[in-house]
């Protein structure tokens, strides 16, 4: 016969505490709360859905931060000069194994 599963019950207090924790992180980290919680306190992520449905609390999404757009053209800028470079490169090296194929092709013949 397989062993008997033992459920484990959470005070009310636990549950704050767990709850906060999951809060704080996120707050700190911007998301991965849950996860957290799962592998510090051993409670899987439904139970902790359902305390905070319970709690009336809403699932923060992360915001997504607004980076300089001076910053980001600067850095597309820059991206774009090194696809140019690699794409010069990509050029050398294709005209190089272009003659490296006729050679081959001439000393077969």
């Keep these: 016969m397989p ?3 033992t459920v484990k019950r959470y005070t009310q207090e636990e549950k704050s505490e767990i709850l906060a924790f999951v809060e ?3 707050a700190e980290n911007g998301r991965g709360g849950q996860t957290a919680a799962v592998k510090k306190f051993k409670v899987t992520p439904m139970t902790l ?3 905070n449905k319970k709690s009336g609390k ?3 999404k992360a915001v997504n931060k607004k980076r300089n757009p001076s910053k980001l053209w600067d850095r597309l800028t820059a991206v774009k000069s ?3 470079k690699a ?3 990509l050029a050398k090296l294709n005209a190089e194994a272009k003659e490296l194929r006729k050679e081959i092709r001439s000393c077969i013949d």
């Design 82 to 84: 090194e696809i140019a």
């Design 24 to 26: 704080k992180f996120n």
């Design 87 to 89: 794409e010069k490169s």
């Design 49 to 51: 859905s359902a305390w």
């Design 3 to 5: 062993a008997k599963r």
């Design 58 to 60: 809403k699932a923060k």
